[in-house]
């Protein structure tokens, strides 16, 4: 049973940073992808980063890109979002999950979402 935890959301101003991280027993595998999700109420989610367990491969949305890194520590225990340059736009619910990276996005492999962390960037 996979149960991945995001934290570090909270407020910052806009051009500020924050690093979400995303923990829990599925962090370390050799299956799945990790992903970071966002969703803003009234609209879908979207991936915004992943990360795949294997080789690295990564995956990022437009809208962050060259903004935002994601990465997995040596332990593998832990995936993190590192969120330069922040916008009032990508305020919203961060939440991780596992993942697979398509050609063009990455998607929630289980369709099952724990708890997220809400971001929010004021203007």
């Known amino acids: 049973d996979v149960q991945l935890q995001a934290s570090g959301g909270g407020l910052v101003q806009a051009g500020g940073s924050l690093r979400l991280s995303c923990t829990g027993s599925?962090?370390?595998?050799?299956?799945?992808?990790i992903g970071w999700f966002r969703q803003v109420p009234g609209k879908e989610r979207e991936g915004v980063s992943c990360?795949?367990?294997?080789?690295?491969?990564?995956y990022y949305a437009d809208s962050v890109k060259g903004r935002f890194t994601i990465s997995t520590n040596n332990a593998r225990n832990t995936v993190s979002l590192q969120m330069n340059s922040l916008k009032p736009e990508d305020t919203a619910v961060y939440y991780c999950?596992?993942?697979?990276?398509?050609?063009?996005?990455?998607?929630?492999?289980?369709?099952?979402w724990g708890q997220g962390t809400l971001v929010t960037v004021s203007s």
């Open positions: 999950a596992p993942a697979f990276i398509a050609l063009y996005g990455c998607y929630n492999r289980y369709d099952e």
């Open positions: 599925g962090v370390t595998n050799d299956t799945y992808a």
């Open positions: 990360i795949s367990s294997t080789d690295s491969t990564t």
